[in-house]
T-cell receptor
Framework: GENVEQHPSTLSVQEGDSAVIKCTYS??????FPWYKQELGKGPQLIID?????GEKKDQRIAVTLNKTAKHFSLHITETQPEDSAVYFC??????????FGTGTKLQVIP | NAGVTQTPKFQVLKTGQSMTLQCAQD?????MSWYRQDPGMGLRLIHY???????DQGEVPNGYNVSRSTTEDFPLRLLSAAPSQTSVYFC????????????FGPGTRLTVT
């Protein structure tokens, strides 16, 4: 099965700064790379995803970049705001197959 | 659309008791999964189903049973609760076709004493 690692496990940034979370995976056949955000007391929710034929995708303040050769992808959040404080999970997979989640990154944005 | 619903929200059990966590979705999704989330840890897959009548084990299936008699419902049964099963349980669903988003329920917080 897929081995997934996320770094860092915790991240504190000042409001307005940028945050970067990296996800490393083991299955070279993985072709779908989503990021989920989990707010306190809630289930995770998809915030951005990318497919293997694309190197980068951006949606307002968040972006995902993919390096298939090195088998890692990263979540970039710019101009961080207090509402970005949450736990973020990556969940790479091969298309329809079952999902393995990373161990999560707790992001704290300090006002 | 209610999305993915889970009941109950909270439950306290004594060691050895059994119970069923309910999960339902109204999006006509074929693929449904159960995860557990322990403090400071990620989500670990317990069981999943790719369609009615089909279930399979995930990473941590011991102590849990599932069945899928309809597309909408995917209950998780704890056969004989143990303190190690104290966790937050999330049900999730997706279409099961390619690059599809996974939708999560609000979770059930279970404590076993």
């Amino acid at each position: 099965g897929e081995n997934v690692e996320q770094h860092p496990s915790t991240l504190s940034v000042q409001e307005g700064d940028s945050a970067v979370i990296k996800c490393t995976y083991s299955d070279s056949a993985s072709n779908y790379f989503p990021w989920y955000k989990q707010e306190l007391g809630k289930g995770p929710q998809l915030i951005i995803d990318i497919r293997s034929n694309v190197g980068e995708k951006k949606d307002q303040r968040i972006a995902v970049t993919l390096n298939k050769t090195a088998k890692h992808f990263s979540l970039h959040i710019t101009e961080t705001q207090p509402e970005d404080s949450a736990v973020y999970f990556c969940a790479p997979r091969r298309g329809y197959q079952k999902v393995t989640f990373g161990t999560g990154t707790k992001l704290q944005v300090i006002p | 659309n209610a999305g993915v619903t889970q009941t109950p929200k909270f439950q306290v059990l004594k060691t050895g008791q059994s119970m069923t966590l309910q999960c339902a979705q109204d999006m006509n999704h074929e693929y449904m999964s159960w995860y557990r989330q322990d403090p400071g840890m990620g989500l670990r897959l317990i069981h999943y189903s790719v369609g009615a009548g089909i279930t399979d084990q995930g990473e941590v299936p011991n102590g849990y049973n599932v069945s899928r008699s309809t597309t909408e419902d995917f209950p998780l049964r704890l056969l004989s609760a143990a303190p190690s099963q104290t966790s937050v349980y999330f049900c999730a669903s997706r279409t099961g076709q390619g690059f599809d988003e996974q939708y999560f329920g609000p979770g059930t917080r279970l404590t076993v004493t």
